[in-house]
């Protein structure tokens, strides 16, 4: 998978939106199909309406080899959120991926037409709100055991703790 992210003013946070977009894809979709998406992030003020976090759109909507998607995100989220949101559209990017949902506006789930479906009521927002908490809590999960990983023990060695909670004996 191809992700690209763009933001105005640095590169604050890219690499664990990026590492975050590459495990949500996994998380949704098999291997193949990750392999072929490419999917670009903005981190931005502008481009997104009043009261939204984060938006998932894709170029070729209509087209069915859906393979390249642009994902906004609020820049004003704290890390916390923005990840939040970002699992959240990858679902989006997962149904469109798939044909599960195709249209934007007047919007077909799994072949069924739900133009002038309140937001909440979407069976896609559902969907997307039900799994984007499993999915940042996983991914938290996969950052602590990552971290746990790289980082041992000055005193004794071992990894998983650092060497103020170690209560072996520093090893000569």
Request: glycine share 6%; charged share 25%.
């Amino acid at each position: 998978m191809i992700v690209k992210i763009y933001q105005r003013g640095g590169i604050k946070r890219h690499a664990i939106i990026k590492e975050a977009a590459k495990y949500y894809a996994a998380w949704l979709m098999d291997g193949d199909l990750v392999d072929e998406l490419t999917v670009n992030i903005r981190v931005c003020k502008a481009g997104l309406g009043s009261n939204d976090m984060g938006v998932c759109t894709s170029p070729n909507v209509w087209d069915s080899e859906k393979r390249s998607f642009d994902i906004r995100l609020r820049s004003s989220l704290s890390t916390y959120y923005m990840l939040k949101t970002l699992a959240h559209e990858m679902v989006h990017v997962k149904q469109f991926a798939t044909n599960q949902l195709t249209g934007w506006h007047s919007a077909t789930w799994n072949n069924v037409d739900f133009e002038n479906t309140p937001y909440r009521i979407q069976p896609w927002e559902q969907e997307a709100f039900e799994l984007e908490g499993t999915m940042l809590k996983d991914f938290w999960v996969y950052l602590r055991n990552k971290v746990k990983r790289m980082y041992s023990c000055w005193t004794c060695g071992n990894a998983g703790h650092n060497s103020r909670t170690c209560r072996h004996r520093k090893q000569n």
